[in-house]
């Protein structure tokens, strides 16, 4: 057999292990976020741009190119990616300086967080989260055989994520550097380090992400008014209350699709961090049921990979992938229902914004991937049993 013809048998093997329950929901909840930004920005964008699909063209296109990268990490050898990640980690820190050099980094709403590439705009953060999952689950699953050995086997990727963290942060942008430090905690976590050491090393990060967090005027306004937004209702207030008015008026059964009153220039960031209060506004109950079942069944397909894998590198990474999504929807639906501070952290999948759903896409073509791997090592083994 030809190397050719043995490529493509090796490739159909792989498809036909895939969790297409999984690549279902994946592909449910980005159309379900194409359908929610066109109804929630459409008012703006006629406004700003005299046309109506100004958004939803950007996020369509955006889809197209997350989905053609999905289907790539959906196969492409995750023992290949690995190698990679030293690069793609260079890589990565190199782009988090570049967005901090003037004239380079482009700065928007006080934030210097993008580079322009022709009329596209990129976030690195974004890719980071990717990239720091690959890094932690490549260098813990290495260390397995000394992990209680902090000097040797914990600090040094931890010294990693402390020079990614404080480059994000000095974006600014707090949330994003907070949600890759605990989706890294998690692979930690389940890597078998000692548990004086996690309670350590949580003590250490809780008590410097709360001093962050109150050490900036603008960060402490934002504390202040999730804990009581009607202090300041037209001022740091103004967001969340907006959001609970939002909220009010969808009630139980919502306004119907496109019936959302507070997306006509009353709540800002309606199609973005935001999104969630429009399908609760239109949909209702029955639009946070369907995101809150899928990104739980997300969760759980996700967990059982990493469960079903035998391969250290392979369960740190499924792990981190898998929590990575759920700390950005705890993030962002805390923040909508005024149970968190606001922090900037879009909804998987469903907020407008290119960079964060196409390196979301990556991130669960990379899910798929593994989920493959799984089932094709479960399969032999039950032939083999």
Known sequence: ????????????????????????????????????????????????????????????????????????????????????????????????????????????????????????MFQPSEAVKLTMILYFAHVYAKKQNYIDDFKNGVLPPLVIMGIVFFLILSQPDLGTATSILMACGCILFCSGVRMAHLIGLGTIALAGITYLALSASYRLQRVLSFRDPFEDASGSGYQLINSYEAIAYGGLSGNGLGGSIQKLGFLPEAHTDFIMSIILEELGIAGLLFMVCAYLFIMYRGVRISLMARDPFL???????????????????????????????????????????????????????????????????????
């Open 1 to 120: 057999m030809t190397k050719k013809g043995g490529d493509k048998n090796v490739l159909k093997r792989h498809l036909k292990h895939i969790d297409y329950w999984l690549v279902a929901t994946i592909l449910a909840l980005s159309l379900f976020g194409l359908v929610m930004v066109y109804s929630a920005s459409y008012p703006l964008a006629m406004l700003h741009y005299g046309n109506d699909k100004h958004f939803l063209n950007r996020q369509w296109i955006s889809l197209l190119i997350g989905l053609a990268m999905f289907a790539l990490a959906a196969i492409f050898p995750y023992q290949k990616l690995r190698k990679l990640t030293p690069a793609l980690i260079l890589g990565s820190i190199l782009l988090l300086l570049l967005v901090l050099v003037p004239g380079i980094g482009v700065e928007r709403n006080f934030s210097q967080r993008w580079l322009s590439i022709g009329s596209f």
């Open 315 to 385: 369960k740190l990474l499924a792990i981190g992938l898998t929590f990575q999504i759920m700390i950005q929807v705890l993030f962002n639906l805390g923040a909508v229902s005024g149970l968190l501070p606001i922090t900037g952290i879009t909804l998987p999948y469903i907020s407008y914004g290119g960079s964060s759903l196409i390196f979301m896409l990556i991130s669960s073509g990379v899910l798929v991937n593994l989920s493959a791997v799984v089932n094709k090592t479960k399969a032999i083994q039950h032939k083999l049993n």
